[in-house]
């Protein structure tokens, strides 16, 4: 059964930090992008940060850019994202997803681009 689990949320002031990790079972995702996406309360899931299957190429949304980093560690089959300067805007449910194929030099930024989905793990920034 393949699964992808993530682990690491939890509750931050703003401006502090939490790093969220993302461990895949039942397959090696050594040869697909992965990314991470977030659902906030009554918004549509969107795109967070992704990083290219060889770990070489990563590329962030804008409403992140400088504060959130994604790390993999294709030995141990995780995905990681850093993220600094939380503001309360960033509370949402957060996402790790594996990509249906490998897209070379660009990041998949789509949901559709993604075939495999962890089940999430809450992130709340409070003021």
């Known amino acids: 059964q393949v699964q992808l689990v993530e682990s690491g949320g939890g509750l931050v002031q703003a401006g502090g930090s939490l790093r969220l990790s993302c461990a895949a079972s039942?397959?090696?995702?050594?040869?697909?992008?992965m990314g991470w996406f977030r659902q906030a309360p009554g918004k549509e899931r969107e795109f967070v940060v992704g990083?290219?299957?060889?770990?070489?190429?990563?590329y962030a949304a804008d409403s992140v850019k400088g504060r959130f980093t994604i790390s993999r560690d294709k030995a141990k089959n995780t995905v990681n994202m850093q993220m600094n300067s939380l503001k309360p805007e960033d509370t949402a449910v957060y996402y790790c997803?594996?990509?249906?194929?490998?897209?070379?030099?660009?990041?998949?930024?789509?949901?559709?681009?993604?075939?495999?989905w962890g089940q999430g793990t809450q992130v709340t920034v409070s003021s």
């Open positions: 039942g397959r090696t995702f050594s040869q697909n992008d």
């Open positions: 997803a594996a990509s249906t194929q490998r897209y070379g030099r660009r990041i998949p930024i789509r949901q559709d681009e993604y075939s495999y």
């Open positions: 990083i290219s299957w060889s770990g070489g190429n990563t």
